[in-house]
C-alpha cells in the first residue's frame, strides 16, 4: 500500500525548480500608502481607492479577484462598490485605524479572498410594512413606505426612526423575526423613539412661508449594495405639495461599518427649476435639550435627552444631523423640532450625515462625548484619508 504514495513523489522531483519557484511567486499586487492629515485618531477609518484607477495598475484584478493586506501581511475585509447603482464599479474599500498623523501601507492583490468576510452593515426591505431599515454594527434606522399605508398602523410619514442597539451584532432581520416586541428591550436594545408624522431624525421637508411641508412615504426603492463594509439603497419620492410647488425627491443611503452616522444624498426637483429651500431636522422630544456648532466646515446640530420611557426605554440619546456649514441659512427651533434651513438647486445632489448614539451602549457616556464624536467626525468628513500607489508588481 505505501507504493501508492510513489507517484507523487515522482511528479513532485519532475517539477524542477523552476517550477517551485513558479508555484511561490505572489500574485500581482500594488502598494498603497494611506495618510491620516489630521492631528487625530481615526477608528474604523474606511480607505477608498478608485476602481479604474487600480484596474489600470494592476493586471488580473476583477471584482471576484481581489484582496487587501495590511503591513504585517494579515488579509482583511474589503469590498468592491458601485456606489451610485449605475452598474459600473466606482471603488475597492476597505477599514483601518489610524493614529494621529499616521501613516499606513497595505497591499492589494490580484487574487481571490481566503475567507468570507462577517458583514458589519445590513438593509433590509419588510415586505409586510413596506420599510426600510439599515444599520451599521453601532447604530440602526428605519423609514416608511407608501405600503405602510394599506396597514393597521397606517401612517403618512417620510420621518426616519431609530432603533437604539447596544450589541455590535447586526439586529435588523432579527428584530423582524423575533417573537417579543422589538420595542422591548431583551438584552440587545429596542426600537424607543416615537417618530409619527414628523421628520424623525434626518428627515427633510420644503421650507416655505416660515413652515414645514412634509413629503410623504416613499414610493419605490432599491438595494444597491449589501456590504461587508458598506451598504447603500435608494428612495423615490413622488411629487409633494410645497406652497403650491411640486418637488420630489430621490434620497440615497450609504451606510458603513463602525460609524454612528450614515450618509444621505438628496435630489429634489421641481418643474420650474432653480433654487429649492428645505429643512432638515431632528424631532424635539421631552427633556431634550438642543446644540448647534459651526467650528468646523460641517456643522451640526443634535438634540441629547432622556429616551422615552415607554416599554421600558431607558437611558439617553443624541440624535444629530450634519450638513456643509456655508450652505446653512439659518438654524430654527419649531413645529417640534430641530432644523437647519439650507437650500437645494433643482436636480443637483445635496448631501448630509445623520445619526445617533445612546448611553447605554457604552459608547457615549455623556453628551459631551457625543459632541466630541460629532466634533471629529466634521473634521473626518473635511478631510479624509490621502491614498497614494506607490508600486505595482507583475
Do not use: C
Not at 412661508?209 to 461587508?228: E, L, Q, S, Y
Amino acid at each position: 500500500m505505501l507504493r501508492l504514495r510513489a507517484p507523487s513523489l515522482v511528479l513532485l522531483a519532475g517539477l524542477g525548480a523552476s517550477a517551485l519557484r513558479a508555484q511561490s511567486t505572489p500574485p500581482a499586487h500594488v502598494t498603497i500608502r494611506v495618510d491620516n492629515p489630521l492631528a487625530l485618531a481615526r477608528h474604523d477609518e474606511t480607505v477608498s481607492l478608485p476602481w479604474a484607477e487600480l484596474q489600470r495598475r494592476l493586471a488580473g484584478v476583477s471584482a471576484n479577484t481581489v484582496r487587501v493586506r495590511d503591513a504585517e501581511h494579515r488579509e482583511i475585509p474589503s469590498q468592491v462598490v458601485d456606489d451610485d447603482g449605475d452598474g459600473t464599479l466606482d471603488a475597492i474599500i476597505f477599514q483601518g485605524d489610524f493614529g494621529a498623523k499616521e501613516t499606513r501601507h497595505f497591499t492589494i492583490e490580484a487574487a481571490p479572498p481566503t475567507q468570507k468576510y462577517e458583514p458589519k452593515v445590513a438593509v433590509r426591505h419588510d415586505d409586510p410594512r413596506d420599510d426600510m431599515a439599515w444599520e451599521s454594527d453601532r447604530a440602526a434606522f428605519r423609514i416608511y413606505g407608501e405600503g405602510l399605508k394599506k396597514t393597521p398602523q397606517a401612517m403618512s410619514s417620510s420621518g426616519i426612526d431609530v432603533w437604539n442597539k447596544k450589541t455590535r451584532a447586526l439586529i435588523v432581520e432579527k428584530w423582524y423575526t423575533k417573537k417579543e416586541s422589538y420595542h422591548v428591550d431583551t438584552g440587545e436594545g429596542a426600537d424607543f423613539y416615537e417618530v409619527g408624522e414628523t421628520l424623525g431624525n434626518g428627515g427633510t421637508a420644503g421650507w416655505a412661508k416660515d413652515t414645514i411641508w412634509r413629503a410623504d412615504n416613499f414610493k419605490a426603492w432599491r438595494v444597491i449594495a449589501t456590504g461587508p463594509i458598506r451598504a447603500i439603497f435608494e428612495l423615490k419620492y413622488d411629487p409633494w405639495n410645497v406652497a403650491g410647488t411640486p418637488v420630489s425627491e430621490i434620497k440615497r443611503i450609504s451606510i458603513d461599518a463602525g460609524s454612528n452616522l450614515y450618509k444621505a444624498t438628496s435630489i429634489f426637483t421641481t418643474p420650474k427649476g432653480g433654487e429649492i429651500p428645505y429643512v432638515i431636522g431632528t424631532l424635539e422630544r421631552a427633556g431634550m435639550v438642543g446644540t448647534m456648532s459651526r467650528n468646523n466646515a460641517w456643522a451640526w446640530l443634535t438634540g441629547w435627552g432622556p429616551v422615552a420611557p415607554q416599554n421600558g426605554g431607558h437611558g439617553e440619546m443624541g440624535t444629530a444631523v450634519l450638513l456643509k456649514a456655508s450652505t446653512v441659512a439659518n438654524w430654527k427651533e419649531g413645529f417640534g423640532h430641530y432644523m437647519a434651513v439650507s437650500s437645494a438647486t433643482s436636480g443637483k445632489p445635496v448631501v448630509h450625515y445623520v445619526g445617533s448614539g445612546w448611553t447605554d451602549s457604552g459608547d457615549f457616556p455623556t453628551p459631551q462625548s457625543w459632541w466630541r464624536y460629532l466634533d471629529e467626525m466634521a473634521q473626518r468628513i473635511d478631510a479624509p484619508v490621502r491614498v497614494t500607489i506607490e508600486d505595482a508588481r507583475p
